[in-house]
């Protein structure tokens, strides 16, 4: 099973203008998946975010209309990430908090009340996640994927310059 974070362009509704705008990024939301397989546009896939369309932190089968979400996946993510997002099921919808926080850098959360930008960081282990929009999301994603294929690299290559192991601190 692997992680991707689906991110919403489409036109949407007043709020989807109003945070594209508060954020200054062409994202109004987002979601978290973990499947067996890569998700395209056009598929239907099992997601889990906070929405206000639907009242807060749920768990919902979504049609990634192409046009309208673009996918990333999420190679570093935490095994536990879709338990962590889970463990929130049922909690209300936060949208000024988000709105305010990338107006005015109020960066406060309200307690037991989620934006999705800040469920899927939370549920990501990403520090801050009240201070994520989406598009700021985004970016921690990408960061965070680069220092992950770069450290599988690494680790793949064998070090020509490695010695024998040498004891620190031996004299010589």
Known sequence: MRYYVAFYRGKGTM?????????????????????????????????????????????????????????????????????????????????????????????KNARDKWFCSELVAHALGLNMPHAKSPGDLLRDIDDHSDTWQLAQEAFAKPRAEDGPDEEIGAAT
């Not at 999420?74 to 338990?83: E, K, T």
Request: hydrophobic letters at 40%.
């Open 15 to 107: 709020a989807d203008r109003i945070v594209r705008w508060a954020t200054r990024s062409p994202f109004s939301h987002c979601e978290l998946i973990l499947t067996d397989r890569t998700p395209r546009r056009g598929d239907t896939v099992r997601c889990i975010s906070a929405s206000g369309r639907d009242g807060g932190v749920r768990i919902k089968d979504i049609r990634l209309t192409p046009g309208k979400w673009d996918i990333y996946a999420v190679p570093w993510a935490p095994a536990d990430a879709w338990a962590r997002a889970e463990a929130k099921l049922g909690q209300p919808y936060e949208l000024w908090t988000m709105v305010l926080s990338q107006l005015f850098n109020f960066r």
